[in-house]
Structure formats: C-alpha cells, structure tokens
C-alpha cells in the first residue's frame, strides 16, 4: 500500500501498522485538497484494515465527494512486468533449478542485500518484514496530496 499510494499520488494512505483519524487522515485531507482545486482523490486502503465498501461510504457522506470503492486483485496491483522483472525472474528461476539439480529442497528464492539467496522454507515463512516507518512519513507528511 505504501509503494501504490506514493505511485499513485494517493491523498492518504491506511496501514494496519499505524493507527488513522478518519477526520484528520482522510477528511479534512480530502477538503484541505478540494479547497486547492483538485477533484479526485485516492485513499489507498492495505488489507487489515476493514470493510473498503463501508469507509467508501463514510468519505461520501463526510465529504460530498462521489466516491467508489475499488479492490484490486494481484494482477491489477502488480501491473506490467518490466524488463527488470523478467530478468530477475529469469535469475531467480535458473538459481531454483540449480538448487533442485543439487538435491536442495523446501528451499525459497530471495533478494537479500542485492544479492540471490535461498532459506530453508520454515525460516522464509517465520519471517517479518518490518514496516517501512520512513516511507510512511514521507507519503503523509508531504503537501502533494
């Protein structure tokens, strides 16, 4: 969510990570915008954090802006492969089947400091990634909305 909502210019952007004010993050985000003269908004919504249909329903009401809830599938998020990916995919792939030549199972492909890297699946598994507080502020402390 946070990697969409810097992309796509969102006006303000829900985390499970970090608690909202639906007046402040979103409302009088969305008017203080209005007020400049823009006229379509993104809410960026990451999963966990409820219903999309309902918090649709509530900036609508709250703000008098038409508003539609929209949820994207992995594909849609993922948008285009660029030639990047195909390359990486292509490493990622051939590092896998060599793994596989060598009799390395339940393995898991990864980028790790730049470079490839295979875990046991387990430890893949048990993994966090951490959330990016960094990023978050940037994309909400920044007037582009």
Known sequence: ALGAGMATGATSILVPEVPYDFQKDI???MLSSKALGKHHFIVMVAEGIGDV???AKDIEKATGVETRATVLGHVQRGGRPSA???ILASQMGYYAAHLLMEGKTERVVAINNNA???FDIDDALAMKKPFDDERYDILMNTAYF
Request: net charge negative; glycine share 0%; no cysteine.
């Open 27 to 29: 409302v009088d985000r």
């Open 53 to 55: 249909s309902d918090l």
């Open 84 to 86: 990047r990916d195909r």
């Open 116 to 118: 490839l890297e295979d």
